[in-house]
Protein backbone atom coordinates (compact mmCIF):
# COMPACT_ATOMS: atom_id res chain seq x y z
CA UNK A 1 0.00 0.00 0.00
CA UNK A 2 1.14 3.29 -0.81
CA UNK A 3 3.10 5.40 2.00
CA UNK A 4 2.13 8.91 2.34
CA UNK A 5 5.31 9.97 0.40
CA UNK A 6 4.13 7.94 -2.11
CA UNK A 7 0.40 9.35 -2.40
CA UNK A 8 2.35 13.22 -2.56
CA UNK A 9 4.79 11.85 -5.29
CA UNK A 10 2.06 10.55 -7.01
CA UNK A 11 -0.47 13.43 -6.70
CA UNK A 12 2.58 15.76 -7.51
CA UNK A 13 2.05 16.09 -11.58
CA UNK A 14 -1.92 16.57 -10.60
CA UNK A 15 -1.65 18.82 -7.98
CA UNK A 16 0.72 21.26 -10.15
CA UNK A 17 -1.92 23.65 -11.19
CA UNK A 18 -4.99 21.46 -9.20
CA UNK A 19 -6.06 24.10 -6.42
CA UNK A 20 -8.61 21.84 -5.17
CA UNK A 21 -7.66 20.31 -1.88
CA UNK A 22 -6.71 16.60 -1.30
CA UNK A 23 -9.93 15.48 -0.44
CA UNK A 24 -11.67 17.58 -2.80
CA UNK A 25 -10.32 15.59 -5.01
CA UNK A 26 -11.64 12.45 -3.49
CA UNK A 27 -15.01 13.68 -3.75
CA UNK A 28 -14.62 14.69 -7.44
CA UNK A 29 -12.81 11.24 -8.47
CA UNK A 30 -15.96 9.30 -6.53
CA UNK A 31 -18.71 11.55 -8.04
CA UNK A 32 -16.52 10.79 -11.69
CA UNK A 33 -16.10 6.96 -11.72
CA UNK A 34 -17.59 4.73 -13.91
CA UNK A 35 -19.02 2.71 -10.37
CA UNK A 36 -21.00 5.50 -8.91
CA UNK A 37 -22.66 6.24 -12.26
CA UNK A 38 -23.93 2.36 -12.26
CA UNK A 39 -25.79 3.23 -9.13
CA UNK A 40 -28.37 4.47 -11.71
CA UNK A 41 -29.30 1.25 -12.27
CA UNK A 42 -29.63 -0.63 -8.98
CA UNK A 43 -32.73 -0.51 -6.86
CA UNK A 44 -32.97 1.12 -3.69
CA UNK A 45 -35.63 -0.77 -2.16
CA UNK A 46 -38.49 -0.72 -5.21
CA UNK A 47 -37.38 -1.04 -8.92
CA UNK A 48 -37.20 2.94 -10.13
CA UNK A 49 -38.49 1.71 -13.78
CA UNK A 50 -41.79 0.41 -11.59
CA UNK A 51 -44.29 3.57 -11.36
CA UNK A 52 -43.87 6.58 -10.11
CA UNK A 53 -39.70 7.35 -9.79
CA UNK A 54 -38.63 5.83 -7.03
CA UNK A 55 -34.64 6.33 -5.71
CA UNK A 56 -32.05 4.56 -7.44
CA UNK A 57 -28.66 4.00 -4.80
CA UNK A 58 -27.82 6.94 -7.38
CA UNK A 59 -30.05 9.43 -6.05
CA UNK A 60 -30.00 7.89 -2.77
CA UNK A 61 -26.30 8.76 -2.61
CA UNK A 62 -26.53 11.78 -3.91
CA UNK A 63 -28.45 12.89 -1.39
CA UNK A 64 -26.96 11.03 1.52
CA UNK A 65 -24.17 13.44 0.39
CA UNK A 66 -25.54 16.54 0.44
CA UNK A 67 -26.83 15.87 4.11
CA UNK A 68 -23.08 14.62 5.33
CA UNK A 69 -21.95 17.34 3.75
CA UNK A 70 -23.98 19.85 5.31
CA UNK A 71 -23.85 18.36 9.06
CA UNK A 72 -20.39 18.07 8.88
CA UNK A 73 -20.44 21.99 8.23
CA UNK A 74 -22.83 22.26 10.86
CA UNK A 75 -20.59 20.98 13.63
CA UNK A 76 -18.17 22.89 12.57
CA UNK A 77 -19.99 25.74 12.89
CA UNK A 78 -21.80 24.90 16.13
CA UNK A 79 -18.48 22.95 17.85
CA UNK A 80 -15.82 24.41 16.13
CA UNK A 81 -13.08 23.01 18.80
CA UNK A 82 -14.51 19.23 19.27
CA UNK A 83 -14.42 18.86 14.76
CA UNK A 84 -11.17 20.32 14.70
CA UNK A 85 -10.20 17.62 17.41
CA UNK A 86 -12.16 15.07 15.44
CA UNK A 87 -11.08 16.18 12.04
CA UNK A 88 -14.58 16.40 10.82
CA UNK A 89 -13.98 17.49 7.27
CA UNK A 90 -16.88 17.97 4.82
CA UNK A 91 -15.33 16.89 1.81
CA UNK A 92 -14.71 13.57 3.04
CA UNK A 93 -18.18 12.85 4.41
CA UNK A 94 -19.09 14.10 1.23
CA UNK A 95 -16.66 11.72 -0.50
CA UNK A 96 -17.31 8.86 1.49
CA UNK A 97 -21.46 9.16 1.41
CA UNK A 98 -21.36 8.96 -2.58
CA UNK A 99 -19.04 5.83 -1.99
CA UNK A 100 -20.76 3.96 0.64
CA UNK A 101 -23.49 1.87 -2.15
CA UNK A 102 -20.72 1.72 -4.97
CA UNK A 103 -20.28 -2.26 -3.98
CA UNK A 104 -24.81 -3.04 -3.86
CA UNK A 105 -24.72 -5.81 -6.39
CA UNK A 106 -27.78 -5.85 -9.08
CA UNK A 107 -31.22 -6.38 -6.68
CA UNK A 108 -30.45 -4.82 -3.44
CA UNK A 109 -29.55 -7.15 -0.18
CA UNK A 110 -31.32 -10.22 -0.98
CA UNK A 111 -28.82 -10.21 -3.82
CA UNK A 112 -25.95 -9.11 -1.36
CA UNK A 113 -26.23 -11.96 0.80
CA UNK A 114 -26.62 -14.53 -2.01
CA UNK A 115 -23.43 -14.02 -3.17
CA UNK A 116 -21.51 -13.94 0.18
CA UNK A 117 -23.51 -18.16 0.31
CA UNK A 118 -21.90 -18.56 -3.40
CA UNK A 119 -18.17 -17.53 -2.83
CA UNK A 120 -18.31 -19.11 0.88
CA UNK A 121 -19.43 -21.97 -1.09
CA UNK A 122 -17.00 -22.26 -4.45
CA UNK A 123 -13.75 -20.44 -2.06
CA UNK A 124 -14.36 -23.50 0.48
CA UNK A 125 -14.62 -25.90 -2.75
CA UNK A 126 -11.70 -24.83 -4.25
CA UNK A 127 -9.83 -24.49 -1.28
CA UNK A 128 -8.15 -21.13 -1.36
CA UNK A 129 -6.79 -18.68 1.09
CA UNK A 130 -9.49 -16.11 0.61
CA UNK A 131 -12.65 -17.36 1.99
CA UNK A 132 -14.61 -14.55 3.19
CA UNK A 133 -17.66 -14.40 1.15
CA UNK A 134 -18.94 -11.06 -0.16
CA UNK A 135 -20.28 -8.07 1.34
CA UNK A 136 -21.48 -4.71 0.06
CA UNK A 137 -19.62 -2.52 2.37
CA UNK A 138 -16.50 -4.39 1.70
CA UNK A 139 -17.29 -4.67 -2.16
CA UNK A 140 -17.06 -0.74 -1.69
CA UNK A 141 -13.85 0.05 -0.29
CA UNK A 142 -12.41 -2.86 -2.76
CA UNK A 143 -13.59 -0.84 -5.60
CA UNK A 144 -12.10 2.47 -4.62
CA UNK A 145 -8.41 0.59 -3.55
CA UNK A 146 -8.15 -1.76 -6.42
CA UNK A 147 -11.26 -2.22 -8.74
CA UNK A 148 -12.01 1.66 -10.40
CA UNK A 149 -9.36 3.23 -12.61
CA UNK A 150 -8.62 6.46 -13.85
CA UNK A 151 -5.04 5.72 -14.81
CA UNK A 152 -3.30 3.07 -16.70
CA UNK A 153 -0.73 2.44 -13.95
CA UNK A 154 -2.42 2.99 -10.92
CA UNK A 155 -5.31 0.89 -9.70
CA UNK A 156 -8.20 2.11 -7.01
CA UNK A 157 -9.39 5.88 -7.04
CA UNK A 158 -6.02 6.54 -5.00
CA UNK A 159 -8.08 8.39 -2.37
CA UNK A 160 -6.90 10.27 1.42
CA UNK A 161 -6.78 8.22 4.44
CA UNK A 162 -9.55 10.69 5.54
CA UNK A 163 -11.96 9.62 2.94
CA UNK A 164 -11.08 6.00 2.90
CA UNK A 165 -11.66 5.56 6.82
CA UNK A 166 -14.95 7.62 6.41
CA UNK A 167 -16.08 4.90 4.17
CA UNK A 168 -15.03 2.12 6.79
CA UNK A 169 -18.79 2.01 8.29
CA UNK A 170 -17.71 -1.39 9.69
CA UNK A 171 -13.82 -1.01 10.18
CA UNK A 172 -12.82 -5.04 10.55
CA UNK A 173 -12.19 -7.43 8.59
CA UNK A 174 -14.40 -10.61 8.47
CA UNK A 175 -14.23 -12.03 12.15
CA UNK A 176 -15.25 -16.10 12.37
CA UNK A 177 -18.42 -17.03 12.38
CA UNK A 178 -18.99 -17.07 16.28
CA UNK A 179 -18.68 -13.15 16.25
CA UNK A 180 -21.92 -12.69 14.16
CA UNK A 181 -21.67 -8.53 14.32
CA UNK A 182 -18.30 -9.42 12.42
CA UNK A 183 -19.24 -12.33 10.94
CA UNK A 184 -22.33 -10.78 8.80
CA UNK A 185 -20.75 -6.93 8.46
CA UNK A 186 -17.23 -6.01 7.81
CA UNK A 187 -15.43 -3.46 5.79
CA UNK A 188 -12.42 -5.39 3.75
CA UNK A 189 -11.74 -8.35 2.35
CA UNK A 190 -8.52 -10.34 3.46
CA UNK A 191 -7.62 -9.63 -0.27
CA UNK A 192 -7.70 -6.28 0.33
CA UNK A 193 -6.24 -6.11 4.25
CA UNK A 194 -2.80 -4.03 3.14
CA UNK A 195 -5.20 -1.32 1.93
CA UNK A 196 -7.28 -1.54 5.12
CA UNK A 197 -4.25 -1.40 7.24
CA UNK A 198 -2.73 1.68 5.65
CA UNK A 199 -5.92 3.31 6.08
CA UNK A 200 -6.52 2.51 9.58
CA UNK A 201 -2.27 2.97 10.45
CA UNK A 202 -3.18 6.11 12.78
CA UNK A 203 -5.44 3.75 14.91
CA UNK A 204 -5.04 1.10 18.00
CA UNK A 205 -5.02 -2.41 15.87
CA UNK A 206 -8.08 -2.97 18.51
CA UNK A 207 -9.67 -0.15 18.02
CA UNK A 208 -12.94 -0.76 16.29
CA UNK A 209 -14.99 2.09 15.82
CA UNK A 210 -15.92 4.44 13.11
CA UNK A 211 -13.67 7.84 12.62
CA UNK A 212 -15.95 10.32 13.30
CA UNK A 213 -16.51 11.30 9.47
CA UNK A 214 -17.49 7.84 9.07
CA UNK A 215 -20.12 8.48 11.61
CA UNK A 216 -21.42 11.24 9.87
CA UNK A 217 -22.10 9.23 6.50
CA UNK A 218 -23.62 6.47 8.14
CA UNK A 219 -26.56 9.05 10.48
CA UNK A 220 -26.57 10.81 6.78
CA UNK A 221 -27.80 7.58 5.42
CA UNK A 222 -30.51 6.33 7.92
CA UNK A 223 -31.50 10.07 7.69
CA UNK A 224 -32.10 9.82 3.43
CA UNK A 225 -33.06 6.35 3.11
CA UNK A 226 -35.41 7.55 6.19
CA UNK A 227 -37.05 10.70 4.78
CA UNK A 228 -37.11 9.92 1.18
CA UNK A 229 -38.24 6.48 0.95
CA UNK A 230 -40.63 7.37 3.03
CA UNK A 231 -41.70 9.96 0.49
CA UNK A 232 -41.03 7.80 -2.38
CA UNK A 233 -43.60 5.33 -1.44
CA UNK A 234 -46.65 7.39 0.37
CA UNK A 235 -46.70 8.86 -3.05
CA UNK A 236 -46.94 5.72 -4.67
CA UNK A 237 -49.85 4.87 -2.39
CA UNK A 238 -48.28 2.17 -0.50
CA UNK A 239 -47.43 3.90 2.61
CA UNK A 240 -50.74 5.30 4.29
CA UNK A 241 -49.13 8.78 5.80
CA UNK A 242 -52.60 9.71 5.87
CA UNK A 243 -53.96 7.01 7.93
CA UNK A 244 -51.39 7.52 10.10
CA UNK A 245 -52.11 10.63 10.73
CA UNK A 246 -55.58 10.40 12.12
CA UNK A 247 -55.47 7.11 13.26
CA UNK A 248 -54.05 5.92 16.46
CA UNK A 249 -54.59 1.91 15.85
CA UNK A 250 -52.92 2.28 12.31
CA UNK A 251 -49.85 3.43 14.06
CA UNK A 252 -50.10 0.52 17.01
CA UNK A 253 -49.98 -1.53 14.41
CA UNK A 254 -47.27 -0.33 13.10
CA UNK A 255 -45.52 0.25 16.50
CA UNK A 256 -46.37 -3.50 17.20
CA UNK A 257 -44.97 -5.52 14.00
CA UNK A 258 -41.47 -2.98 14.67
CA UNK A 259 -41.43 -4.65 18.26
CA UNK A 260 -42.10 -8.15 17.50
CA UNK A 261 -40.05 -7.61 14.65
CA UNK A 262 -36.88 -6.70 16.48
CA UNK A 263 -37.16 -9.43 18.79
CA UNK A 264 -37.27 -12.84 16.37
CA UNK A 265 -33.79 -11.04 14.16
CA UNK A 266 -31.46 -13.20 12.74
CA UNK A 267 -27.83 -12.74 14.09
CA UNK A 268 -27.37 -11.28 10.30
CA UNK A 269 -30.48 -8.54 10.73
CA UNK A 270 -28.78 -7.81 14.09
CA UNK A 271 -25.68 -7.26 12.80
CA UNK A 272 -26.79 -5.29 9.69
CA UNK A 273 -28.62 -3.20 11.98
CA UNK A 274 -31.80 -2.87 9.51
CA UNK A 275 -34.18 -3.06 13.03
CA UNK A 276 -31.92 -1.39 15.57
CA UNK A 277 -35.59 0.37 16.37
CA UNK A 278 -36.15 0.88 20.41
CA UNK A 279 -38.15 -1.84 21.74
CA UNK A 280 -40.05 0.70 24.23
CA UNK A 281 -43.23 0.63 22.77
CA UNK A 282 -44.22 4.20 24.59
CA UNK A 283 -41.52 5.67 23.31
CA UNK A 284 -42.03 4.23 19.75
CA UNK A 285 -45.54 5.81 20.01
CA UNK A 286 -44.36 8.75 20.99
CA UNK A 287 -41.88 9.55 18.36
CA UNK A 288 -44.87 8.74 15.29
CA UNK A 289 -47.21 11.55 17.68
CA UNK A 290 -44.30 14.03 17.32
CA UNK A 291 -44.05 13.16 13.81
CA UNK A 292 -47.87 13.53 12.73
CA UNK A 293 -48.32 16.49 15.36
CA UNK A 294 -45.68 18.57 12.87
CA UNK A 295 -47.18 20.89 10.78
CA UNK A 296 -46.95 20.59 7.47
CA UNK A 297 -47.01 16.71 8.26
CA UNK A 298 -50.11 16.86 9.62
CA UNK A 299 -51.71 17.97 6.91
CA UNK A 300 -50.90 15.07 4.64
CA UNK A 301 -54.54 13.69 5.42
CA UNK A 302 -55.33 12.18 2.16
CA UNK A 303 -53.86 9.86 -0.16
CA UNK A 304 -51.78 10.95 -2.59
CA UNK A 305 -53.06 11.73 -6.03
CA UNK A 306 -50.73 14.02 -7.30
CA UNK A 307 -52.32 17.87 -6.37
CA UNK A 308 -50.09 20.78 -6.68
CA UNK A 309 -51.28 21.49 -2.55
CA UNK A 310 -49.90 17.68 -1.81
CA UNK A 311 -46.64 18.19 -3.54
CA UNK A 312 -45.88 21.15 -1.66
CA UNK A 313 -46.70 20.20 1.82
CA UNK A 314 -44.75 16.68 1.17
CA UNK A 315 -41.92 18.92 -0.22
CA UNK A 316 -42.05 21.11 2.56
CA UNK A 317 -42.47 18.20 5.41
CA UNK A 318 -39.11 16.65 3.87
CA UNK A 319 -37.92 19.77 4.38
CA UNK A 320 -38.74 20.25 7.77
CA UNK A 321 -37.52 16.57 9.02
CA UNK A 322 -34.38 16.74 6.83
CA UNK A 323 -33.56 20.42 8.37
CA UNK A 324 -34.17 18.87 11.78
CA UNK A 325 -32.22 15.53 11.44
CA UNK A 326 -29.22 17.56 10.07
CA UNK A 327 -28.91 20.28 12.98
CA UNK A 328 -29.65 18.72 16.13
CA UNK A 329 -26.88 16.70 16.34
CA UNK A 330 -23.89 17.19 18.44
CA UNK A 331 -20.22 15.90 18.94
CA UNK A 332 -19.53 14.49 22.03
CA UNK A 333 -15.99 14.38 23.85
CA UNK A 334 -15.02 11.20 25.33
CA UNK A 335 -12.33 9.12 26.81
CA UNK A 336 -9.38 11.29 25.51
CA UNK A 337 -11.25 11.94 21.85
CA UNK A 338 -14.92 13.14 20.62
CA UNK A 339 -17.21 10.76 18.47
CA UNK A 340 -20.20 12.24 16.44
CA UNK A 341 -23.19 11.09 18.18
CA UNK A 342 -26.06 11.69 15.66
CA UNK A 343 -29.59 12.47 16.86
CA UNK A 344 -28.73 14.71 20.08
CA UNK A 345 -31.72 13.06 22.16
CA UNK A 346 -32.99 9.76 21.55
CA UNK A 347 -36.45 10.99 20.54
CA UNK A 348 -35.39 12.37 17.12
CA UNK A 349 -33.38 8.84 17.02
CA UNK A 350 -36.53 6.73 17.81
CA UNK A 351 -38.32 9.21 15.02
CA UNK A 352 -35.86 8.36 12.07
CA UNK A 353 -36.15 4.40 13.27
CA UNK A 354 -40.13 4.56 13.20
CA UNK A 355 -39.85 6.09 9.40
CA UNK A 356 -37.30 3.06 8.71
CA UNK A 357 -39.65 1.01 10.07
CA UNK A 358 -42.74 2.27 7.97
CA UNK A 359 -41.01 1.10 5.07
CA UNK A 360 -39.99 -2.14 6.31
CA UNK A 361 -43.48 -2.77 7.66
CA UNK A 362 -45.53 -1.56 4.37
CA UNK A 363 -42.87 -2.24 1.47
CA UNK A 364 -39.85 -4.49 2.45
CA UNK A 365 -41.83 -6.90 3.74
CA UNK A 366 -44.92 -7.18 0.98
CA UNK A 367 -45.04 -10.36 -0.50
CA UNK A 368 -45.09 -9.11 -4.13
CA UNK A 369 -42.11 -7.90 -3.04
CA UNK A 370 -41.16 -11.07 -1.80
CA UNK A 371 -41.90 -12.88 -4.82
CA UNK A 372 -40.06 -10.94 -7.08
CA UNK A 373 -36.97 -11.72 -5.24
CA UNK A 374 -37.20 -15.12 -5.65
CA UNK A 375 -36.82 -14.23 -9.55
CA UNK A 376 -34.12 -11.97 -9.13
CA UNK A 377 -31.98 -14.26 -6.77
CA UNK A 378 -32.17 -17.16 -9.96
CA UNK A 379 -30.67 -14.39 -12.19
CA UNK A 380 -27.55 -13.41 -9.25
CA UNK A 381 -26.95 -17.07 -8.88
CA UNK A 382 -26.96 -18.70 -12.66
CA UNK A 383 -25.17 -15.64 -13.64
CA UNK A 384 -22.37 -16.66 -11.10
CA UNK A 385 -22.47 -20.34 -11.53
CA UNK A 386 -21.56 -19.39 -15.18
CA UNK A 387 -19.44 -17.69 -15.45
CA UNK A 388 -18.00 -19.12 -12.34
CA UNK A 389 -17.99 -22.53 -14.21
CA UNK A 390 -16.70 -20.93 -17.54
CA UNK A 391 -13.43 -19.67 -15.77
CA UNK A 392 -13.00 -23.41 -14.44
CA UNK A 393 -13.17 -24.66 -17.12
CA UNK A 394 -11.12 -22.17 -19.41
CA UNK A 395 -14.09 -21.27 -21.31
CA UNK A 396 -12.60 -18.26 -21.79
CA UNK A 397 -15.00 -16.97 -24.79
CA UNK A 398 -17.68 -16.49 -22.40
CA UNK A 399 -15.89 -14.26 -20.14
CA UNK A 400 -15.84 -10.23 -20.31
CA UNK A 401 -11.77 -9.28 -21.16
CA UNK A 402 -12.18 -7.13 -17.52
CA UNK A 403 -12.69 -10.84 -15.56
CA UNK A 404 -10.01 -12.33 -17.69
CA UNK A 405 -7.65 -9.71 -16.92
CA UNK A 406 -8.60 -10.39 -13.09
CA UNK A 407 -7.70 -14.34 -13.42
CA UNK A 408 -4.33 -13.21 -15.24
CA UNK A 409 -3.51 -11.43 -12.61
CA UNK A 410 -4.16 -14.03 -10.39
CA UNK A 411 -7.38 -13.00 -8.43
CA UNK A 412 -9.49 -16.38 -7.35
CA UNK A 413 -11.96 -17.22 -9.42
CA UNK A 414 -14.61 -17.01 -7.15
CA UNK A 415 -13.41 -12.90 -5.84
CA UNK A 416 -12.94 -12.55 -9.82
CA UNK A 417 -16.40 -13.97 -10.64
CA UNK A 418 -18.62 -11.69 -7.44
CA UNK A 419 -16.78 -8.33 -8.45
CA UNK A 420 -18.16 -9.31 -12.30
CA UNK A 421 -21.76 -9.95 -10.79
CA UNK A 422 -21.54 -6.78 -8.57
CA UNK A 423 -20.27 -5.07 -11.17
CA UNK A 424 -23.89 -5.07 -13.23
CA UNK A 425 -26.85 -2.99 -13.39
CA UNK A 426 -29.93 -4.66 -12.84
CA UNK A 427 -30.52 -4.28 -16.73
CA UNK A 428 -27.46 -5.57 -17.46
CA UNK A 429 -27.95 -8.84 -15.17
CA UNK A 430 -31.53 -9.82 -16.96
CA UNK A 431 -30.16 -9.15 -20.15
CA UNK A 432 -26.82 -11.68 -19.37
CA UNK A 433 -29.18 -14.27 -17.69
CA UNK A 434 -31.72 -14.02 -20.53
CA UNK A 435 -29.19 -14.50 -23.22
CA UNK A 436 -27.47 -17.57 -20.87
CA UNK A 437 -30.43 -19.14 -20.60
CA UNK A 438 -31.82 -19.11 -24.04
CA UNK A 439 -34.99 -16.93 -23.30
CA UNK A 440 -33.31 -13.97 -24.85
CA UNK A 441 -32.46 -14.43 -28.70
CA UNK A 442 -31.34 -10.88 -29.59
CA UNK A 443 -29.02 -9.89 -31.91
CA UNK A 444 -24.97 -9.20 -30.55
CA UNK A 445 -25.98 -5.86 -30.38
CA UNK A 446 -27.66 -6.32 -27.36
CA UNK A 447 -24.80 -7.83 -25.57
CA UNK A 448 -24.21 -5.31 -23.01
CA UNK A 449 -20.47 -4.22 -22.58
CA UNK A 450 -18.76 -5.16 -19.32
Same mark, same amino acid.
Not at 179 to 184: A, D, G, K, S, W
Given at each position: ?36 ? +??? !? ?77 ? @? ?5 ? @???? &? ?54 ? !? ?78 ? @? ?9 ? #? ?14 ? &? ?10 ? !? ?16 ? +? ?19 ? #? ?63 ? !? ?13 ? #?? +? ?14 ? @? ?7
Amino acid at each position: MLDDEDLVLQRKTDETKDRRGKTQRDRDRVLYSSAFA +RLS !GVTQVAPADEGPPYHTRLTHSLKVAQIARRIAEHVIEEQNEEAMLAKIDPDSCEAAALAHDLGHPPFGHAAEHRLDELV @SEASSTA @STDE &DDGFEGNAQSFRIVVRLAKRRYDQNGLNLTRSTLDAILKYPWLRGPSSQPERYHKF !GAYTSDKEQFQWTRMDRDPDDASKSPNAQIMDWADDVAYAVHDVEDFFRAGLIPLDRLIISNSERERVVSWMLQRAQDLS @SAERAAGHFAW #TEDRDAALRAAQRLFD &DWPVRQLTEPYV !GLSSQRATLREATALLIR +RYVTDVRLLSENGGVRFAGAS #TKELRHEVDFLRGLVWYYVIERPELRLQQEGQLRIVSELFEKYYQAAEEGNWALLPVSMKEALED !GIPRARATADLVASL #TE +RQAVVLWGKMSGVDQR @SLRDYPVL
